[in-house]
């Protein structure tokens, strides 16, 4: 069993930035892919990013893409989203996860344990 606790949500202004991040217990994340989701209120659960165990190749979904990075540790067993240049369609719950190696990133249904998320919200 891994927990993850996500800490480092908001309310920010447009234009600004937020580090979220992504505390592991219970294994080392670094036998995991990891990745971060969102959900903003009445849609679905979208792909953010994610990273590979070995903190090889990553993966961004295209509306962050050059704007937020995702970057782990593994001797911390934390994984972190830093997220820049925040824009109101950003605003969502966001939650870390993990899935076992060599998963399908973007697919949520590849990972296996999920933190209960930390809301980020930005104004105009």
Do not use: H
Not at 77 to 102: F, H, I
């Amino acid at each position: 069993q891994v927990q993850l606790v996500e800490s480092g949500g908001g309310l920010v202004q447009a234009g600004a930035s937020l580090r979220l991040s992504c505390a592991a217990s219970g294994r080392s994340i670094s036998i995991f892919d990891m990745g971060w989701f969102r959900q903003a209120p009445g849609k679905e659960r979208e792909f953010v990013a994610a990273r590979r165990w070995n903190g090889g190749s990553t993966t961004y979904a295209d509306s962050v893409k050059g704007r937020f990075t995702i970057s782990r540790d593994n001797a911390k067993n934390t994984v972190y989203l830093q997220m820049n240049s925040l824009k109101p369609e950003d605003t969502a719950t966001y939650a870390c996860a993990a899935a076992q190696r060599g998963a399908y990133l973007t697919s949520l249904l590849s990972y296996d344990y999920w933190g209960q998320g930390t809301q980020v919200t930005v104004s105009s």
